[in-house]
């Protein structure tokens, strides 16, 4: 008897407030330790250019690649609880800044569109936090609405002028790895 299905999947993380690795490292151990996640894989990391308003510092991003036996629903409300276990609070400010954002970017080749949820993420494609960490871990993954590999979104982005040299810069290997967890 085989275990449950499972779906590859990829997170990004951010943090421009506080002990911005920490928040990172702690997000990525709370995956680690959720019932149905496993395989985890990290991104370096990157600073990059705060989006929204003004008086921001600057970001710490990477994205994490897990395989999940989690619906989606699932895996967005265990962001959620790891969001608040760091310390952030939702004001209804958009793009304001945050001890730690968690979205979820790709889930398998599913396209879902519902409140509160739509996968791929609507502007992964749009912004260079997210494709820079993701192209270092899956350059030839297809976008499943878009049609496009990963890398081929990132050099359309580069391409346009949107993506300014120096707005994403390495900041350091991804965080430690761990051995591959045996399924939940």
Do not use: I, K
Request: a positive charge; glycine letters at 8%; charged letters at 20%.
């Amino acid at each position: 008897m085989s275990g449950p299905q499972t779906t590859v999947a990829f997170v990004s993380l951010g943090s421009n407030l506080g002990d911005r690795a920490a928040h990172l490292e702690g997000a990525l151990a709370g995956l680690r330790a959720t019932p149905g996640v496993s395989a985890l894989r990290c991104s370096s990391l990157y600073e990059t250019e705060p989006v929204g308003p003004p008086g921001q510092g600057p970001y710490l991003n990477a994205v994490a690649r897990l395989e999940t036996s989690l619906a989606p629903r699932e895996l967005l409300a265990r962001l959620f609880t790891l969001e608040r276990a760091a310390g952030r609070t939702r004001s209804g400010v958009r793009n304001e800044a945050r001890s730690l954002d968690l979205d979820l970017l790709l889930f398998g080749p599913l396209c879902l569109d519902e409140p509160g949820l739509c996968v791929p993420h609507p502007r992964l494609h749009e912004r260079p936090f997210v494709l820079a960490p993701l192209r270092e871990l899956a350059p030839d993954l297809c976008h499943p609405r878009l049609r496009r590999s990963v890398a081929e979104l990132a050099a359309a982005l580069e391409a346009s002028g949107a993506w300014r040299p120096g707005a994403v810069t390495p900041w350091g290997p991804p965080p430690a790895q761990e051995a591959p967890a045996s399924r939940r």
